[in-house]
């Protein structure tokens, strides 16, 4: 059983949209659940006011009754508020009337670090909204709507999953200082994973690996330039004797150096995964660029924006390992209605003697 997610939507487009297929039947959502990891997105140590404008809320509009999924495609929605602001200059049709609200001006002036430059060349467009909309990271709210349902599918065989900065304080000291400078910061996020079984992944093709789905994962999150798996690099400056978890006579570790992995395999020691994310690149003090139209010097493009998302990106992270979780599991323990999934979960931890 194979789990999937198409998502679409622009930044200040109506709505964010994702369609969940592989879902067993009968797994019990809450949407009030989805709604607080929503909300922890929006939330964190120098994010912008645009976080206070869309207190997102997911909806729902196929593949769940009364709560519980029905094995079915599972469409979830996420509106965009602010494009009560935008309706003019994002219409999907051709706007009618006077223009008005935001979005009206073409934008000319790429920002570097961003797609705009890249996108435009790229698609052919003469705006570089058009490139920029969709590349923003405002879509991960519904990837986020998708990982709490992934997480609700891992709870019912006993994995949860929780991501955080890496260092909280010292965030908070670099986003006071970059604030006063006008200028942004980025950060490291950690993920773990407890209550893995080990099989999950396989070392059989690299498609199947755990470790490199987690990469892929995480390096597809906007603003990660760096993926770490347990010690990653600093493994590489470790001898061997140090490096490897020994295995105790009960199978378990007294280290955990792999991060729960090895030869892309889950070995039943927590998952640990780190995405290390860069500066915002919209910057309130610009950095330069050109005007694509007069092709004269200028300054790039000043739009709302954080001085920090390392918070919002440990939400974001949180969903995409999740995601990659539940997809190995399903593969692993198939199902057409939950209570197959885990009672397959329970017969393979009886076979291994896990406990
Ligand atoms: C949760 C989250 C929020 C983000 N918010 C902003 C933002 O407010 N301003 C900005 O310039 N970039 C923001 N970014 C980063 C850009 O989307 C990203 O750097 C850009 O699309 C270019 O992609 P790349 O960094 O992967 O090369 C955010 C990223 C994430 C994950």
């Not at 390096?219 to 990653?232: N, P, S």
């Not at 200028?298 to 918070?311: F, H, P």
Request: glycine share 12%.
């Amino acid at each position: 059983m194979e789990l999937t997610l198409a998502s679409a939507g622009e930044s200040h487009g109506p709505a964010l949209v994702a369609i969940v297929g592989g879902l067993p039947a009968g797994l019990e959502l809450d949407r009030d659940a989805i709604d607080a990891d929503l909300r922890r997105r929006q939330e964190g140590y120098g994010r912008s006011r645009r976080q206070q404008i869309e207190r997102d809320r997911v909806e729902v509009l196929a593949g769940l009754r009364h709560g519980r999924t029905l094995g079915t495609p599972l469409a979830l929605v996420v509106r965009n508020v602010d494009h009560k602001n935008w309706t003019w200059g994002m219409s999907p049709w051709p706007p009618e009337g006077e223009p008005s609200g935001k979005g009206i001006k073409p934008v000319t002036l790429p920002r570097p670090g961003h797609a705009d430059l890249a996108g435009v060349l790229k698609y052919g467009h003469d705006d570089v909204r058009d490139s920029l909309e969709r590349a923003s990271a405002r879509h991960t709210a519904v990837h986020v709507a998708a990982g709490a349902v992934a997480k609700a599918l891992l709870a019912g065989i006993g994995i949860a999953v929780r991501g955080a900065v890496v260092d909280e304080e010292g965030l908070r000291r670099a986003v006071d200082e970059a604030r006063k400078e006008r200028d942004t910061v980025g950060g490291v996020v950690e993920v773990r994973a407890t209550g893995v079984p080990p099989g999950l992944g396989s070392y059989a093709t690299k498609e199947d690996r755990l470790d490199a789905r987690l990469a892929f994962a995480l390096m597809g999150i906007q603003a990660v330039k760096g993926v770490e798996v347990g010690d990653g690099f600093a493994l590489a400056a470790m001898r061997g004797s140090q490096a490897h978890d020994e295995i105790r006579p009960d199978r378990r570790r007294d280290t955990n150096h792999a991060g729960g992995i090895e030869a892309g395999v889950s070995n039943g020691e927590e998952i640990v995964v780190r995405a290390a994310m860069k500066p915002l690149p919209t910057l309130m003090k610009p950095l330069a660029s050109v005007d694509l139209v007069s092709g004269e010097a200028g300054q790039a493009l000043v739009e709302r924006s954080d001085v920090a998302a390392v918070e919002a990106l440990a939400v974001v992270a949180e969903a995409a390992v999740a995601w990659e979780l539940a997809g190995a599991a399903r593969e692993k323990f198939g199902g057409d209605a939950l209570e197959d999934f885990v009672a397959a979960h329970r017969a393979y931890l009886e076979r291994i003697q896990w406990a």
